[in-house]
């Protein structure tokens, strides 16, 4: 694992991992730490990893952008927010559209771009302390980093909405009931379940999922026709492939499949 400016990063087992262990500053993303978490998610993607697994250190797994540094930039903050945003926003695309699955482990409050951090996951696990605070428009901004696209795609616009204006704290029991996240842990269990989580996803079929990844990222706007020739496209290319070789004749020995990402 490398580390750098309170970010831990590298390939363990096919699974890609990447730390915010910033704790001391809630795990705050500032200009530094932005471009180092950048370079994780790039070498990480790079090292074709089977799952990846983004977590948090600490008691607070994100709580969004460093406001020290806003205050500190003053009448330079919009050049603040390019200079972050400009590197930052291209790379959670990258993250998001890879094609591994991508479990994020949620282990406390989050807030301002840790927002989008912690829902871009295809899975989201979090800890019983986990609340979710947007804060935004508290302070007189307006959201970054995806919060506003992943909040949006997992309670619905309107909530979303709501949530965005007000900047209420919502606890995890109601994360969980709007859709927010997907699952709650007891602060002490939640590295275990997202450990497990990340090597079953690791151990299985990475085609069968990216080919999944890409057809229900674009299925709201994309016509049924175009929908159905995309399944039969990529249902062929998959069943070109050893995994799916392996799938087959292991439901048919009534085995557990052993997929090698081939």
């Not at 301002?112 to 979710?132: I, N």
């Not at 002490?188 to 990216?210: C, H, K, M, Q, V």
């Not at 999944?212 to 069943?239: D, V």
Request: aromatic share 4%; charged share 25%; with cysteine.
């Amino acid at each position: 694992m490398q580390q750098s400016e309170g970010i831990a990063w590298g390939l363990d087992g096919g699974i890609g991992r990447i730390t915010l262990k910033r704790p001391e500053r809630a795990n705050a993303i500032g200009r530094t730490s932005a471009g180092v978490l950048v370079r994780a998610i790039d070498e990480v993607i790079g090292a074709k990893p089977r799952a990846i697994l983004l977590a948090g250190e600490g008691r607070v797994f994100c709580a969004g952008g460093d406001i020290e540094e806003f205050v500190a930039a003053g009448e330079a903050l919009p050049e603040l927010v390019d200079d972050i945003l400009d590197r930052l926003h291209p790379a959670l695309l990258r993250l998001s559209a890879q094609p591994a699955p991508l479990v994020v482990a949620v282990n406390g409050p989050v807030g301002g771009a840790g927002v989008g951090l912690a829902l871009c996951g295809d899975f989201v696990l979090a800890a019983e302390s986990m609340k979710l605070r947007t804060g935004y428009a508290a302070i007189g901004l307006s959201p970054d980093a995806g919060a506003s696209y992943f909040l949006a795609r997992r309670v619905g616009p309107v909530r979303a909405q709501q949530m965005l204006m007000l900047s209420d704290a919502i606890d995890g029991e109601r994360c969980l009931a709007w859709g927010a996240v997907d699952a709650l842990y007891p602060d002490a269990e939640l590295p275990t379940a997202a450990e497990a989580l990340a090597a079953r996803l690791a151990d299985g079929a990475s085609a069968s999922f990216a080919g999944i990844k890409a057809l229900c990222a674009g299925a709201p706007g994309r016509a049924f026709e175009k929908h159905l020739a995309m399944e039969q496209r990529l249902l062929r290319e998959r069943a070109c492939n050893a995994d799916a070789r392996e799938g087959v004749a292991a439901f048919v020995a009534k085995r557990a499949p052993r997929f090698t990402g081939r």
